[in-house]
């Protein structure tokens, strides 16, 4: 059971480049989500899938794009990077809703630099 | 909406000190509340979580109890260790929304 796994740890891109960051979780998890993380702004939701086959947008969308391609996997899509989103991406899941109650589990994150 | 603030860091303390972190929210309704550790070079993981007023959450000697009447909690440790360094998240989740509202976490350093 290795949880929520990420690929891969670090990435170097120019301007203009494009990527994919993938994650998987294998805890049978519903809803799965990404994160950026820059200094002194905490964590921000970029997308969320509730459900396979469902994604929603978050705090700050723009510039990215996922697919929820099974209940396993749910990849982050930088279509042209910019220096703007040099970030810690994080993916995490949770379980099926029980009330309020479900808390996250977050894979170790992928640090990208764009320069 | 929902929102969560926490005590800006960074907070530096000796070992064996007290610890307090505070963290208030706004909310409707009855959120369950969490506090989230990162450790230098690791994901966040759940350190404890309360799901209704009055309820205390406790692990590793960290506490915080759900304070409906402050809108707060507030992270306690009586005594804490080298160990302990990390950067502490405070989180709220409403009972009929899918996503956590993470504040913006508190960088603690512990003096040996």
């Known amino acids: 059971n290795a949880g929520v796994t990420q690929t891969p740890k670090f990435q170097v891109l120019k301007t203009g480049q494009s990527m994919t960051l993938q994650c998987a979780q294998d805890m049978n998890h519903n809803s799965m989500y990404w994160y950026r993380q820059d200094p002194g702004m905490g964590l921000r939701l970029i997308y969320y899938s509730a459900s396979e086959g469902t994604t929603d947008k978050g705090e700050v969308p723009n510039g990215y794009n996922v697919s929820r391609l099974n209940k396993r996997e749910f990849s982050l899509r930088l279509e042209s990077a910019a220096p703007s989103q040099t970030s810690v991406y994080f993916c995490a899941s949770s379980p099926p809703r029980d009330g309020s109650k479900e808390t996250q589990y977050f894979g170790p994150g992928t640090r990208l630099l764009v320069l | 909406g929902d929102s969560v603030t926490q005590m800006e860091g960074p907070v530096t303390l000796s070992e064996e000190a007290f610890l307090t972190i505070n963290c208030t929210y706004t909310a409707t309704g009855y959120p369950s509340l969490f506090w989230y550790v990162q450790y230098p070079g690791e994901g966040l993981q759940l350190l404890l979580k309360?799901?209704?007023?009055?309820d205390k959450g406790s692990n590793k000697g960290f506490e915080a109890t759900y304070r409906k009447e402050t809108t707060s909690f507030h992270l306690e440790k009586g005594s804490v260790q080298v160990s302990d360094s990390a950067v502490y998240f405070c989180a709220l989740k409403g009972s009929s929304a899918s996503k956590i509202i993470f504040g913006s976490g508190t960088r603690l350093s512990i003096r040996p």
């Open positions: 309360a799901t209704k007023a009055d």
